[in-house]
């Protein structure tokens, strides 16, 4: 029996040299993205772990209410992005300003906002961080420092740039 080609240059194939590129860029990378997490603080990393399931678990229940109606108006979900907002968010001071797009509710409990907030803001209660009015995409925390997604694509850039004015001066 032949035995198939292991490398471009065996058969001619670019094919197999953009593999074997990609694989040893992986390898690359593996190695030092493990070494960078044996220097990370150990508590951090499960504080980090800790967001990062809190948030998808948050969201699979937001969509689960959502879809029995008990969620009015859009739902926007954060499902698969969790490690963005975390590594974010938590590289964050308390006293950083921070303003979204619309997919926020992740972002708002890690910021501070309880989950218990955050969800009686989607189901429009009272008890809600801006008492049931602003629903998925607006929540707010003056306390937090967190100023809410915005729905229109890219208006939180001119308001977020008004708020680092009004800071500064």
Same mark, same amino acid.
């Given at each position: 029996?032949?035995?198939?080609? $292991?490398? &471009?240059?065996?058969?001619?194939?670019?094919?197999?040299?953009?593999?074997?590129?990609?694989?040893?860029?992986?390898?690359? *990378? $593996?190695?030092?993205?493990?070494?960078?997490?044996?220097?990370?603080?150990?508590?951090?990393?499960?504080?980090?772990?800790?967001?990062?399931?809190?948030? *998808?678990?948050?969201?699979?229940?937001?969509?689960?209410?959502? $879809?029995?109606?008990?969620?009015?108006?859009?739902?926007?979900?954060?499902?698969?992005?969790?490690?963005?907002?975390?590594?974010?968010?938590?590289?964050?001071?308390?006293?950083?300003?921070?303003?979204?797009?619309?997919?926020?509710?992740?972002?708002?409990?890690?910021?501070?906002?309880?989950?218990? /907030?955050?969800?009686?803001?989607?189901?429009?209660?009272?008890?809600?961080?801006?008492?049931?009015?602003?629903? /998925?995409?607006?929540?707010?925390?003056?306390?937090?420092?967190?100023?809410?997604?915005?729905?229109?694509?890219?208006?939180?850039?001119?308001?977020?740039?008004?708020?680092?004015? &009004? &800071?500064?001066?």
């Amino acid at each position: 029996k032949k035995t198939p080609p $292991r490398t &471009a240059a065996d058969n001619g194939n670019d094919d197999f040299a953009i593999v074997e590129l990609a694989q040893s860029e992986y390898l690359a *990378r $593996r190695k030092s993205q493990l070494e960078a997490i044996k220097k990370t603080d150990k508590k951090l990393l499960r504080a980090m772990l800790y967001q990062m399931v809190l948030g *998808r678990r948050f969201e699979e229940k937001c969509a689960e209410v959502y $879809r029995m109606g008990k969620i009015g108006g859009f739902c926007h979900l954060y499902i698969g992005q969790e490690a963005i907002a975390v590594g974010s968010m938590l590289a964050l001071e308390p006293t950083d300003m921070v303003i979204t797009a619309y997919r926020d509710h992740v972002q708002a409990m890690i910021k501070g906002m309880s989950p218990e /907030s955050v969800m009686a803001e989607l189901y429009g209660k009272i008890g809600g961080c801006v008492k049931g009015k602003g629903g /998925s995409m607006h929540m707010f925390s003056k306390e937090h420092e967190f100023y809410g997604g915005h729905g229109i694509v890219g208006g939180q850039i001119g308001v977020g740039t008004g708020m680092a004015y &009004a &800071a500064k001066y």
